[in-house]
Nanobody
Framework: QVQLVESGGGLVQAGGSLRLSCAAS????????MGWFRQAPGKEREFVAT????????SYTDSVKGRFTISRDNAKNTMYLRMNSLKPEDTAVYFC?????????????????WGQGTQVTVSS
């Protein structure tokens, strides 16, 4: 069992930065691939970024490449998403997720555990 808790969301002006954290409990965190997803009002959940168990491999959706950085600290059971040059279209609830079997997946169906989400609002 893995429990995930996101934090770090908030209100920021366009061009600003935020760092989201995802704190995990459970013994499988360090062996699990992790991902960030987001859901804007009235839209479907979409993939943002993923990182493998060691942090050596990452992948991003095209709209955030060069602006967002996913990372993890297995000693602290925590994953991060550094978001720079934020745009109003980045406004969404951001969720972290853990995948026990798959690595590098952009499909939400491949993730076994989800956090409750943290709101990110970018004003223009």
């Amino acid at each position: 069992q893995v429990q995930l808790v996101e934090s770090g969301g908030g209100l920021v002006q366009a061009g600003g930065s935020l760092r989201l954290s995802c704190a995990a409990s459970g013994r499988t965190f360090s062996s699990s691939a992790m991902g960030w997803f987001r859901q804007a009002p009235g839209k479907e959940r979409e993939f943002v970024a993923t990182i493998n168990w060691s942090g050596s491999t990452t992948s991003y959706t095209d709209s955030v490449k060069g602006r967002f950085t996913i990372s993890r600290d297995n000693a602290k059971n925590t994953m991060y998403l550094r978001m720079n040059s934020l745009k109003p279209e980045d406004t969404a609830v951001y969720f972290c997720a853990a995948a026990l079997r798959y690595s590098g997946s952009s499909s939400g169906g491949d993730y076994n555990y989800w956090g409750q989400g943290t709101q990110v609002t970018v004003s223009s």
